[in-house]
């Protein structure tokens, strides 16, 4: 009885946490100070050095005892939702409250904080002509690295290193950035290939973040010259941005500032292409003029993410990324999924008035 007591206080909690959640969201300078710089901070850092020396993903070793228990118990008890409906659902509530306290604890307040446009005092919006101009410079210095990697404007770049070795040098171009932007010191790496790559590629993502054990992890199967974007872009979710544009740029940031050639290439052509979708919806005829000064090797390399991702499209695609536009929707990315073009505005605002 004493249990059962406990667990509808569980199970009822979640209404008085899901009005707390909304409260705070309507003061993103609270949480921006308190949350985002201050717990998360502390719990985030934690929970790296915890498991990130581990070389494979413990969330993912999560994921998988948790939807077996999950599976289980619904089977164990599936007589119990017909003849004991009042306690069958407030086992379930209970759970679904612990889950989403340990959410918004471990990581989800981060979906509230000042948006990044605000912390770095630059624009959030762009006319066109600014558009065109920063994407002609993105295709001017993407062309030069991707010369001085093969010497042919005709050849595809390949990356020579391993996916270890490009988890080691994530943490190089943060370095730099932080010199700038302080707010971008990343401490405590914790990246690691996804044991569900497979899954997550058939979904249509290159990787993601776990917000009970802050683990980066990156899609395995992914084209290798995506692996630096993708890998700096699944750590800026680390430091505490939610926002998918947010964490675009700021991956874009850390792989162009990063010593190493190949890096250098991979944010580069990763804002080039993004930019250059930005241009195709705004100004066709611009597009297509950008589009015969890249140099064809860079196009190669468009053409072999294109072909990895069709080979891998399936019906069920597109329902992930409904659920998941959703869910961004259901945690103050108004736009859902489309967000991820809105780090063209960062991008342009940033780059307009400096070398790019």
């Given at each position: 009885?004493?249990?059962n007591?406990?667990k509808?206080?569980?199970?009822?909690?979640i209404i008085?946490?899901?009005?707390i959640v909304?409260l705070?969201?309507s003061?993103?300078?609270?949480?921006e100070t308190y949350?985002?710089?201050?717990v998360?901070?502390?719990?985030?850092k934690?929970?790296r050095y915890?498991?990130g020396w581990?070389p494979?993903?413990?969330?993912d070793?999560?994921y998988?005892?948790?939807?077996?228990?999950?599976?289980?118990?619904?089977?164990v008890?599936?007589?119990?939702?017909?003849?004991d409906?009042?306690?069958w659902?407030?086992?379930?509530?209970?759970?679904?409250?612990?889950?989403?306290?340990?959410f918004?604890?471990f990581?989800g307040?981060n979906y509230?904080?000042i948006?990044?446009?605000?912390?770095?005092?630059?624009?959030?919006?762009?006319?066109?002509e600014?558009?065109i101009n920063?994407t002609?410079?993105?295709v001017e210095?993407?062309?030069?690295?991707?010369?001085a990697i093969?010497?042919?404007?005709s050849i595809k770049?390949?990356v020579p290193?391993?996916k270890?070795?490009?988890?080691?040098?994530?943490?190089?171009?943060?370095k730099?950035?932080?010199k700038e932007h302080?707010i971008f010191a990343?401490k405590a790496?914790?990246?690691?290939q996804?044991i569900?790559s497979?899954?997550l590629?058939?979904?249509?993502f290159?990787?993601y973040?776990?917000?009970?054990?802050?683990?980066a992890?990156?899609?395995?199967?992914i084209?290798l010259y995506?692996y630096?974007?993708t890998?700096c872009?699944?750590?800026?979710?680390q430091?505490?941005?939610?926002?998918?544009?947010?964490?675009n740029?700021?991956?874009?940031?850390a792989?162009?500032?990063?010593?190493?050639?190949?890096?250098?290439?991979s944010g580069y052509v990763s804002?080039?292409?993004?930019c250059?979708?930005?241009?195709?919806?705004?100004?066709k005829?611009?597009?297509?003029l950008?589009?015969?000064?890249?140099n064809k090797?860079?196009?190669l390399?468009?053409q072999e993410?294109?072909?990895?991702w069709?080979n891998?499209?399936?019906?069920?695609?597109p329902v992930?990324k409904v659920?998941?536009?959703?869910?961004?929707?259901?945690?103050?990315?108004?736009?859902?999924i489309?967000?991820?073009?809105?780090a063209?505005a960062?991008?342009?605002?940033?780059?307009?008035?400096?070398?790019i």
């Amino acid at each position: 009885m004493m249990l059962n007591k406990k667990k509808l206080i569980i199970a009822l909690s979640i209404i008085p946490q899901y009005i707390i959640v909304k409260l705070l969201a309507s003061y993103p300078e609270f949480i921006e100070t308190y949350y985002s710089n201050g717990v998360y901070q502390f719990t985030s850092k934690i929970l790296r050095y915890v498991f990130g020396w581990i070389p494979f993903s413990i969330g993912d070793i999560l994921y998988t005892i948790a939807g077996v228990y999950i599976l289980r118990w619904f089977f164990v008890n599936r007589k119990r939702l017909r003849f004991d409906t009042k306690n069958w659902l407030i086992d379930v509530f209970s759970t679904v409250s612990i889950v989403y306290l340990a959410f918004h604890v471990f990581w989800g307040m981060n979906y509230y904080r000042i948006p990044l446009h605000k912390s770095l005092d630059i624009d959030y919006k762009y006319s066109t002509e600014e558009l065109i101009n920063v994407t002609e410079a993105f295709v001017e210095k993407s062309n030069a690295i991707h010369l001085a990697i093969t010497s042919n404007d005709s050849i595809k770049v390949k990356v020579p290193y391993s996916k270890k070795e490009l988890f080691n040098k994530t943490m190089d171009g943060y370095k730099v950035i932080a010199k700038e932007h302080p707010i971008f010191a990343y401490k405590a790496k914790s990246i690691k290939q996804s044991i569900y790559s497979l899954p997550l590629t058939y979904m249509g993502f290159s990787g993601y973040l776990n917000p009970f054990t802050n683990e980066a992890q990156i899609d395995g199967l992914i084209p290798l010259y995506q692996y630096p974007a993708t890998a700096c872009h699944e750590q800026a979710h680390q430091l505490g941005y939610a926002a998918e544009n947010e964490t675009n740029f700021i991956g874009y940031l850390a792989s162009i500032n990063n010593p190493d050639i190949y890096y250098k290439y991979s944010g580069y052509v990763s804002a080039l292409r993004q930019c250059l979708n930005e241009v195709y919806r705004r100004d066709k005829e611009s597009f297509e003029l950008l589009k015969t000064k890249i140099n064809k090797g860079i196009l190669l390399n468009f053409q072999e993410s294109n072909t990895f991702w069709n080979n891998y499209k399936n019906p069920l695609e597109p329902v992930f990324k409904v659920i998941y536009s959703n869910f961004l929707k259901a945690n103050n990315q108004d736009k859902g999924i489309e967000s991820y073009s809105y780090a063209v505005a960062l991008l342009v605002n940033y780059y307009k008035e400096k070398p790019i």
